[in-house]
C-alpha cells in the first residue's frame, strides 16, 4: 500500500461514503479505510434516514437501498412516572411517493452505501484501522494503518472517523470533547413479527412510526429518548448529556431498563426479542463546539466535525452533506490545479457556511447551554404538564375555573410568574 | 433488571486476546486521585469495575467503542484509548 492517492478517506459512516462516493464518481483515485468488519459494522445510529441529502447524490437510491419503513407519523411525548401529554402528527401525505424518510438499520443500509463507493471507482480497504497521520510540517500528507508497510499517502486526507475523532485529536487540530458537548445514548433493538407492528402501531405495508420522548425517562438529564418501528423490530434508546451522567451517577443501562418498564412504553415492546444492545456518543455541543474543519492537506466532515443538530434530531443528513460538500470543494481545486492547502480548503467551511449545514446549527447555538442551565424543562415542566392534563381530564364534580386556577397556581409555585415568563422569553429567543 | 452481562451477551465480538485496546494509564491515579470513579458507572458496557481496594479494573472485551470512558476522564486523562485492531472488536449485527 505506497501507492499515492488523491484523497483518502477515513471512515465509511454517512460522511465519509457520501465523501468517497463523490470524489470516486468524479474521476479521482480515491482510497478509503474503514476499521469495521465491512462498511457498517462499527457504526450505530437510531436509524432515520431523511432522503433529501441522500437524494442528492445517488436519486435513485429507493431502488436497491434497504429501507425499513417510511415514517407516516410523528408523535411526541412528555412523559411522567405513570403518564404521558403527547402530540401526534400523521398525514396521509406522508405515504404518497417519493417518502420523505425512512427507519433504517445501519449495518444494512452502510453496507449498501459501501457497494456505491465501490461501484463508483474507489478503493475500499476494510479491517485497517487508521493510527495517525503523516505529517510534512503543516500539511498532512497520508494516513499510517496497523497494515504491514501500512503507510499511504495522498494530496488530502478527509477525516471521516466519527465523533471520537482520534485522528485529529491526535495531530493536535482540536483538543478532547468535553462532556456537556456529547450525549451518550445507549438502544436496544427488539424483534417483533410484522403483523404484531402493524397492529401494534396502526400501519400497514411499509409504513412506520417514530415517538420521540422527553421528560421523567431522563430523570433530570438533558435528554431524550426515542422509539422507531422497522419492518420486523422496534429500536428503543435513551441519550443524555454525557455530564449529567457523570454527575448524577447513573448507569446508561438502568437508566434505559427504567424507560422500557413505562407503563405507555412496555406494552409496545411486549413479546419482542432483544437482539442487539447498543451504545454510542452524539456530538450535541453545536454551533459553538465546531472544532476547525480544515487545514493543510485535510478536511473533516459529519460527527467528527460536531455536525448534529440535536433539536430536530439530524445528524446523517449533515453527515451526508458536509461529505458532499467536502467532496466537492476537493474535486474543483483538482480541476483548478490548485494545491490542498488550508487557504484554498476555506472554499469548504464557506460553503457550508451558506448552506442549511451551518444555518441551522447557528440558529440553535444557543440551545445546549439553555438546556443545560435551565433543568426546568426537564423537570418541572413535564410534571406539571402531566399534572395539568390530569386534572382537565378527570371528572369529579369540580368546576373548571377552579381546576385552571389550581394549575396555575402550581405552575406559578414551581416557577413564580416571572420565572415561567423567563423561561418562555428563553426558549423564543433560542428559537426564534 | 436485565444485568448488562445478559445485554451484551446478545453482541457479536471479536476479541483481540491479551491485546486490550483501553488501558488505564496509571492505576494509583484512580485508586488516591479519583473519589467519583465515573468510569465504573457511565461505562455503558459495565467494563470498569472498583475492587475492594478502592482500585479501578478494566476488562475491554464488552465494550463498545464510544469513548464515553476517555472522555469522562477529563481531568485525570488516565485512560489510553485507541481503536481496536482493524477487523476486532464490537461487530454490530444491526448497530
Same mark, same amino acid.
Given at each position: 500500500m505506497s501507492e499515492h492517492f488523491d484523497a483518502i478517506v477515513v471512515g465509511a459512516g454517512p460522511a465519509g461514503n457520501t465523501a468517497a462516493y463523490t470524489m470516486a464518481k468524479a474521476g479521482l483515485k480515491v482510497l478509503q479505510i474503514e476499521r469495521g468488519e465491512y462498511s457498517g459494522s462499527k457504526n450505530v445510529q437510531g436509524a432515520i434516514l431523511y432522503s433529501d441529502a441522500l437524494e442528492r447524490i445517488?436519486?435513485?437510491?429507493?431502488?436497491?437501498a434497504p429501507l425499513e419503513r417510511h415514517v407516516i407519523e410523528q408523535r411526541m411525548w412528555v412523559l411522567d412516572d405513570e403518564s404521558y401529554v403527547g402530540g401526534t402528527y400523521r398525514s396521509a401525505d406522508f405515504s404518497k411517493p417519493p417518502y420523505n424518510r425512512y427507519t433504517i438499520i445501519r449495518s444494512q443500509f452502510d453496507r449498501w452505501f459501501s457497494q456505491k463507493v465501490r461501484a463508483a471507482g474507489a478503493l475500499v480497504v476494510c479491517e485497517t484501522t487508521v493510527l495517525d497521520l503523516h505529517m510534512d510540517g503543516n500539511q498532512v500528507v497520508g494516513v499510517r494503518t496497523d497494515r504491514e508497510n501500512g503507510s499511504v499517502y495522498a494530496d488530502i486526507v478527509v477525516l471521516a472517523d466519527g465523533v471520537n475523532s482520534l485522528l485529529a485529536r491526535k495531530a493536535g487540530f482540536h483538543g478532547e470533547l468535553k462532556p456537556r458537548d456529547v450525549a451518550l445514548a445507549v438502544k436496544e433493538i427488539h424483534f417483533l413479527p410484522e403483523q404484531t407492528i402493524e397492529e401494534r402501531f396502526n400501519v400497514k405495508g411499509t409504513e412506520g412510526v417514530v415517538i420521540e420522548m422527553a421528560g421523567k425517562i431522563t430523570q433530570g438529564m438533558v435528554g431524550t429518548g426515542f422509539l422507531y418501528t422497522n419492518k420486523e423490530s422496534v429500536t428503543i434508546g435513551v441519550g443524555c448529556l454525557l455530564s449529567d451522567f457523570k454527575s448524577r451517577g447513573i448507569a446508561p443501562y438502568a437508566l434505559l431498563e427504567q424507560m422500557k418498564a413505562h407503563p405507555a412504553i412496555k406494552p409496545l415492546l411486549a413479546g419482542g426479542e432483544m437482539k442487539e444492545y447498543t451504545a454510542h456518543l452524539i456530538p450535541e455541543g453545536g454551533y459553538n463546539a465546531?472544532?476547525?474543519?480544515?487545514g493543510d492537506g485535510w478536511l473533516m466532515v459529519g460527527d467528527a466535525g460536531m455536525f448534529v443538530n440535536a433539536v430536530h434530531r439530524e445528524g446523517s443528513n449533515l453527515a451526508m452533506t458536509t461529505g458532499r460538500v467536502a467532496a466537492e470543494t476537493v474535486i474543483a481545486l483538482k480541476a483548478q490545479g490548485k494545491p490542498m492547502i488550508a487557504r484554498n480548503l476555506a472554499a469548504y467551511r464557506k460553503a457550508l457556511d451558506e448552506s442549511f449545514v451551518m444555518k441551522d446549527l447557528k440558529k440553535y447555538k444557543d440551545i445546549p447551554d439553555i438546556m443545560d442551565k435551565h433543568r426546568q424543562f426537564f423537570t418541572a415542566y413535564p410534571r406539571l404538564v402531566s399534572e395539568a392534563a390530569h386534572t382537565m381530564l378527570t371528572v369529579d364534580g369540580i368546576d373548571k375555573k377552579t381546576k385552571e386556577r389550581a394549575i396555575r397556581k402550581k405552575f406559578t409555585l414551581a416557577r413564580s410568574a416571572f420565572g415561567l415568563f423567563a423561561d418562555a422569553f428563553r426558549l423564543w429567543r433560542a428559537f426564534e | 433488571m436485565t444485568r448488562i452481562e445478559e445485554k451484551l451477551f446478545q453482541n457479536r465480538y471479536r476479541v483481540d486476546t491479551g491485546?486490550?485496546?483501553? !488501558?488505564?494509564?496509571?492505576a494509583d491515579i484512580c485508586a488516591v486521585d479519583c473519589q467519583e470513579k465515573p468510569c465504573t458507572f457511565c461505562c455503558p458496557a459495565g467494563c470498569y469495575a472498583e475492587d475492594n481496594g478502592g482500585r479501578v479494573t478494566l476488562i475491554?472485551?464488552?465494550?463498545? !467503542?464510544?469513548g464515553t470512558c476517555r472522555v469522562i476522564c477529563g481531568e485525570h486523562r488516565n485512560v489510553r484509548w485507541e481503536y481496536p485492531r482493524g477487523g476486532y472488536g464490537i461487530l454490530f449485527k444491526f448497530g
Open positions: 445517488i436519486p435513485d437510491f429507493r431502488e436497491d465546531i472544532p476547525p474543519i480544515y | 491485546r486490550a485496546h483501553i !488501558e488505564i494509564a496509571d475491554t472485551d464488552g465494550c463498545l !467503542e464510544c
